[in-house]
Protein backbone atom coordinates (compact mmCIF):
# COMPACT_ATOMS: atom_id res chain seq x y z
CA UNK A 1 0.00 0.00 0.00
CA UNK A 2 2.79 2.60 0.79
CA UNK A 3 4.21 1.75 -2.67
CA UNK A 4 1.23 1.41 -4.48
CA UNK A 5 -1.13 3.77 -2.48
CA UNK A 6 1.55 6.21 -1.06
CA UNK A 7 -0.27 5.66 2.47
CA UNK A 8 1.24 2.72 5.21
CA UNK A 9 -1.49 0.34 6.11
CA UNK A 10 -0.50 -1.27 9.41
CA UNK A 11 -2.10 -4.76 8.92
CA UNK A 12 -2.22 -7.22 12.42
CA UNK A 13 -1.05 -10.30 10.57
CA UNK A 14 -2.76 -12.71 13.82
CA UNK A 15 -5.92 -10.64 13.56
CA UNK A 16 -6.60 -11.15 10.01
CA UNK A 17 -5.68 -15.18 10.58
CA UNK A 18 -8.24 -15.29 13.14
CA UNK A 19 -10.81 -13.47 11.51
CA UNK A 20 -10.63 -15.66 8.16
CA UNK A 21 -10.71 -18.77 10.56
CA UNK A 22 -13.83 -17.24 11.93
CA UNK A 23 -15.09 -16.29 8.38
CA UNK A 24 -14.39 -19.43 6.78
CA UNK A 25 -13.52 -22.14 8.63
CA UNK A 26 -15.71 -22.22 10.96
CA UNK A 27 -19.03 -22.12 9.09
CA UNK A 28 -17.66 -24.87 6.65
CA UNK A 29 -16.64 -26.95 9.60
CA UNK A 30 -19.94 -26.60 11.38
CA UNK A 31 -21.80 -26.95 8.08
CA UNK A 32 -19.75 -30.39 7.45
CA UNK A 33 -20.41 -31.67 10.91
CA UNK A 34 -24.26 -30.63 10.77
CA UNK A 35 -24.31 -32.96 7.25
CA UNK A 36 -22.92 -35.50 8.60
CA UNK A 37 -25.05 -35.72 11.16
CA UNK A 38 -28.04 -34.65 9.80
CA UNK A 39 -27.91 -35.66 6.57
CA UNK A 40 -31.21 -36.50 5.29
CA UNK A 41 -32.97 -35.57 8.93
CA UNK A 42 -34.16 -32.09 7.96
CA UNK A 43 -34.80 -32.17 4.61
CA UNK A 44 -36.81 -28.50 4.95
CA UNK A 45 -33.57 -27.10 5.48
CA UNK A 46 -32.57 -27.42 1.99
CA UNK A 47 -34.84 -24.96 0.71
CA UNK A 48 -34.39 -22.56 4.20
CA UNK A 49 -31.10 -21.91 4.04
CA UNK A 50 -30.23 -21.31 0.11
CA UNK A 51 -32.89 -18.50 0.70
CA UNK A 52 -30.96 -17.68 4.49
CA UNK A 53 -28.19 -17.84 3.18
CA UNK A 54 -28.98 -15.25 0.26
CA UNK A 55 -31.15 -12.64 2.54
CA UNK A 56 -27.67 -12.40 4.60
CA UNK A 57 -25.79 -11.43 1.92
CA UNK A 58 -28.10 -8.79 0.59
CA UNK A 59 -28.23 -7.69 4.02
CA UNK A 60 -24.43 -7.42 4.54
CA UNK A 61 -24.04 -5.52 1.09
CA UNK A 62 -26.88 -3.35 2.31
CA UNK A 63 -25.09 -2.20 5.31
CA UNK A 64 -22.17 -1.97 3.89
CA UNK A 65 -23.43 0.13 0.99
CA UNK A 66 -25.26 2.46 3.70
CA UNK A 67 -22.12 2.85 5.53
CA UNK A 68 -20.12 3.84 3.01
CA UNK A 69 -23.05 5.89 1.41
CA UNK A 70 -21.07 9.18 1.05
CA UNK A 71 -18.16 7.24 -0.72
CA UNK A 72 -19.45 5.80 -2.98
CA UNK A 73 -21.73 8.66 -4.00
CA UNK A 74 -18.20 10.83 -5.13
CA UNK A 75 -16.98 7.52 -6.27
CA UNK A 76 -19.64 4.99 -7.57
CA UNK A 77 -19.23 5.22 -11.36
CA UNK A 78 -15.34 4.92 -11.52
CA UNK A 79 -15.70 2.39 -8.81
CA UNK A 80 -17.96 -0.01 -11.04
CA UNK A 81 -15.66 0.87 -13.97
CA UNK A 82 -13.11 -0.42 -12.05
CA UNK A 83 -14.94 -3.59 -10.75
CA UNK A 84 -15.79 -4.28 -14.19
CA UNK A 85 -12.14 -4.25 -15.40
CA UNK A 86 -10.98 -6.29 -12.31
CA UNK A 87 -13.32 -8.74 -13.20
CA UNK A 88 -13.15 -8.96 -16.97
CA UNK A 89 -9.68 -9.04 -16.34
CA UNK A 90 -9.75 -11.79 -14.13
CA UNK A 91 -11.70 -13.69 -16.81
CA UNK A 92 -9.81 -13.47 -19.60
CA UNK A 93 -6.45 -13.75 -18.16
CA UNK A 94 -7.76 -16.88 -16.27
CA UNK A 95 -9.07 -18.40 -19.73
CA UNK A 96 -6.07 -17.31 -21.95
CA UNK A 97 -3.37 -18.09 -19.12
CA UNK A 98 -4.82 -21.21 -19.53
CA UNK A 99 -4.69 -21.80 -23.10
CA UNK A 100 -1.09 -20.72 -23.22
CA UNK A 101 -0.57 -23.51 -20.10
CA UNK A 102 -1.83 -26.18 -22.91
CA UNK A 103 -4.93 -27.03 -20.85
CA UNK A 104 -8.12 -28.24 -22.52
CA UNK A 105 -11.18 -25.54 -23.54
CA UNK A 106 -13.47 -27.25 -20.50
CA UNK A 107 -10.58 -26.60 -18.38
CA UNK A 108 -9.61 -23.03 -19.68
CA UNK A 109 -13.24 -22.22 -19.35
CA UNK A 110 -13.33 -23.62 -15.64
CA UNK A 111 -10.34 -21.26 -15.18
CA UNK A 112 -11.30 -18.33 -16.17
CA UNK A 113 -14.29 -18.53 -13.94
CA UNK A 114 -12.87 -19.32 -11.44
CA UNK A 115 -10.25 -16.43 -11.58
CA UNK A 116 -12.93 -14.27 -12.81
CA UNK A 117 -14.68 -15.36 -9.25
CA UNK A 118 -13.33 -14.41 -6.25
CA UNK A 119 -14.76 -14.20 -2.45
CA UNK A 120 -16.24 -10.33 -2.11
CA UNK A 121 -17.89 -11.28 0.67
CA UNK A 122 -14.54 -12.53 2.64
CA UNK A 123 -12.59 -9.04 1.50
CA UNK A 124 -15.33 -6.94 2.74
CA UNK A 125 -15.53 -8.92 6.00
CA UNK A 126 -12.11 -8.49 6.28
CA UNK A 127 -12.14 -4.61 4.90
CA UNK A 128 -14.55 -4.30 8.63
CA UNK A 129 -12.72 -6.28 10.94
CA UNK A 130 -9.24 -5.63 9.92
CA UNK A 131 -9.06 -2.27 8.52
CA UNK A 132 -11.59 -1.00 10.52
CA UNK A 133 -12.98 0.83 7.05
CA UNK A 134 -16.40 0.95 5.48
CA UNK A 135 -15.05 2.49 2.59
CA UNK A 136 -12.29 -0.52 1.98
CA UNK A 137 -15.21 -2.87 2.28
CA UNK A 138 -17.40 -0.90 -0.86
CA UNK A 139 -15.69 -2.20 -3.53
CA UNK A 140 -15.69 -6.09 -2.68
CA UNK A 141 -19.40 -5.41 -1.81
CA UNK A 142 -20.18 -3.72 -5.35
CA UNK A 143 -17.40 -6.99 -7.07
CA UNK A 144 -19.60 -9.21 -5.08
CA UNK A 145 -22.65 -8.73 -7.03
CA UNK A 146 -21.29 -7.93 -10.13
CA UNK A 147 -18.81 -10.87 -10.33
CA UNK A 148 -22.11 -12.88 -9.70
CA UNK A 149 -23.88 -11.45 -12.79
CA UNK A 150 -20.72 -11.46 -15.25
CA UNK A 151 -19.53 -15.15 -14.03
CA UNK A 152 -23.25 -15.98 -14.68
CA UNK A 153 -23.74 -14.61 -18.04
CA UNK A 154 -20.11 -16.19 -19.42
CA UNK A 155 -21.48 -19.69 -18.29
CA UNK A 156 -24.75 -19.34 -20.13
CA UNK A 157 -22.47 -18.06 -23.00
CA UNK A 158 -20.33 -21.02 -22.79
CA UNK A 159 -22.82 -23.14 -21.98
CA UNK A 160 -24.64 -22.44 -26.15
CA UNK A 161 -21.56 -23.01 -27.14
CA UNK A 162 -20.15 -26.45 -26.17
CA UNK A 163 -16.24 -26.81 -25.78
CA UNK A 164 -14.75 -27.90 -29.16
CA UNK A 165 -11.95 -29.61 -27.49
CA UNK A 166 -8.82 -30.70 -30.41
CA UNK A 167 -7.51 -33.62 -29.90
CA UNK A 168 -3.96 -33.95 -28.66
CA UNK A 169 -1.37 -34.77 -31.30
CA UNK A 170 0.16 -38.27 -30.18
CA UNK A 171 3.36 -36.95 -29.58
CA UNK A 172 2.10 -34.63 -26.78
CA UNK A 173 0.38 -37.25 -25.33
CA UNK A 174 2.62 -39.51 -24.66
CA UNK A 175 0.87 -42.00 -27.09
CA UNK A 176 3.83 -42.23 -30.14
CA UNK A 177 5.80 -45.00 -30.00
CA UNK A 178 9.35 -44.38 -31.29
CA UNK A 179 10.24 -45.79 -34.30
Not at 8 to 21: S, W
Not at 130 to 156: D, Q
Request: proline share 4%; glycine share 10%; charged share 15%.
Amino acid sequence: MKFLAGHFVPIDFTKMMIAVIKITLIPIAAGLLFNRFMHGRAKWLNRLLPAVSMGGIVFIIVVITASGRDQLLTVGLLLLGAVMIHNGAGHLLGYWGSRLLGLDERSCRTVAIEVGLQNGGMASALAITVLKSSSAALAPAIFGPWMNISGSVLANWWRSRPAQDKPKSRAISGNARAT
